[in-house]
């Protein structure tokens, strides 16, 4: 089965280099390496490779072949998911054998991108950068990863047919959860409610646990991995922020923080709907609903991941996937009884 093409139409090879040449053509005199931006890099890989989509590492591996580029997986990487080197006209490409598939796959893209900012950096005459800060290299990397590996057009078309199920977002695109959520979140961020053209409120905090193995005395807590907050809310939201989050509801004796619901649910295999309450922050106060789901491994008593959605209960979003997916609907004293 033919995946991607290797050639354009005038027969020029798909490689990195030519694609290197290709996006400073399309820059033409405003090209600035110093200015580089990851997701206009992203976008323009993507459409000169013509990727199909999900995206998978066969593709990913026709490209490098063509650049000559060498793929070497390898039991232990020491910290590291992966890196690359040059030496003379050789180049590589290491990977962490005992990482996931979608782990691979971001990191190799990790790695082209790498790749690809080093040659820019070099056929950029007019550049005075010699080196980029290496946070910011790593930052830029994994912004590109994510960006070829999820286009927004993509995704939001995905969305647009299978509505806000992240979880199943993920299974398509072949992603890790945290890639999957910000991606979610930035994708509905630009978007409005159809029929009241007001922006799409959404609250998204993955919490996950440590790798562990079995037999392990003591479970690692669940942390937060990651969260976004969306247009529409009335506050801002920074992550030591979170904690200063409530629930209320006039049947629940106290106020619930974010870290108590998280508790509740830490061994719990139900995904549910939690409707109509009160999130209350600092003197702001809104009727919300929330999603919540889990991931759990085969074998352990403990819930692996969980992801919380808080939107407004007037956004119907959340109200269709429940009933789509057969969610549990509840409201906010299961919580406090932890009656699971």
């Known amino acids: ?41 992203a976008q323009q890989f993507v459409k000169y490779f013509s990727f199909q989509y999900p995206l998978n590492f066969q593709q990913l591996e026709t490209i490098c072949f063509a650049s000559n580029i060498e793929i070497e997986t390898i039991s232990n990487t020491g910290a590291s998911r992966g890196y690359n080197f040059t030496y003379g006209n050789e180049i590589k490409i290491v990977l962490n054998g005992k990482d996931a598939p979608c782990g691979k796959k971001h990191t190799i893209l ?3 991108y790498e790749i690809i900012d080093y040659k820019l950096r070099i056929l950029d005459f007019n550049t005075t950068t010699t080196t980029r800060k290496k946070k910011i290299s790593e930052a830029n990397a994994d912004q590109f990863a994510a960006s070829v590996c999820m286009p927004d057009d993509v995704v939001f078309d995905w969305i647009s047919i299978n ?13 890790s959860y945290a890639a999957t959520v910000l991606k979610f979140n930035d994708v509905v961020y630009h978007c409005t409610d159809r029929n009241t053209q007001q922006p799409i409120s959404i609250i998204s905090l ?6 562990w193995r079995k037999g392990r005395k003591k479970t690692p807590k669940l942390t937060l991995k990651c969260y976004k907050k969306s247009k529409g809310f009335p506050f801002g939201l920074a992550k030591k922020g979170i904690s200063k989050i409530v629930f209320y509801s006039p049947r629940v004796k106290k106020d619930l923080k974010i870290n108590e619901i998280i508790k509740a649910f830490s061994n719990t295999k139900t995904h549910r ?9 600092y003197d702001i106060s809104m009727k919300v609903d929330m999603i919540i ?23 119907p979003y959340f109200h269709d996937l429940a009933e789509k997916r057969g969610f549990l609907v509840q409201d906010l004293e299961i919580i406090e009884d932890a009656k699971l």
């Not at 093409?5 to 030519?18: A, C, F, L, R, V």
């Not at 992240?166 to 992603?175: K, M, N, P, T």
């Not at 709907?273 to 922050?281: E, H």
């Open 1 to 41: 089965m033919i995946i991607m093409q290797n050639s354009s139409q005038n027969g020029e090879t798909k490689n990195i280099d030519n694609f290197c040449n290709y996006v400073l053509t399309a820059y033409k005199d405003k090209f600035s390496y110093s200015c580089l931006d990851a997701d206009n890099i």
């Open 110 to 112: 990790h790695e082209i």
């Open 163 to 175: 509505g806000f199920d992240v979880f199943g977002l993920r299974e398509y695109f072949d992603c």
């Open 206 to 211: 993955l919490y996950e646990r440590p790798y």
């Open 273 to 281: 709907l939690v409707k109509n309450f009160t999130l209350k922050y």
């Open 293 to 315: 789901r889990t991931v759990n491994w085969l074998g352990y008593e403990h819930t692996a991941k969980i992801l919380v959605h808080v939107a407004p209960s007037s956004n």
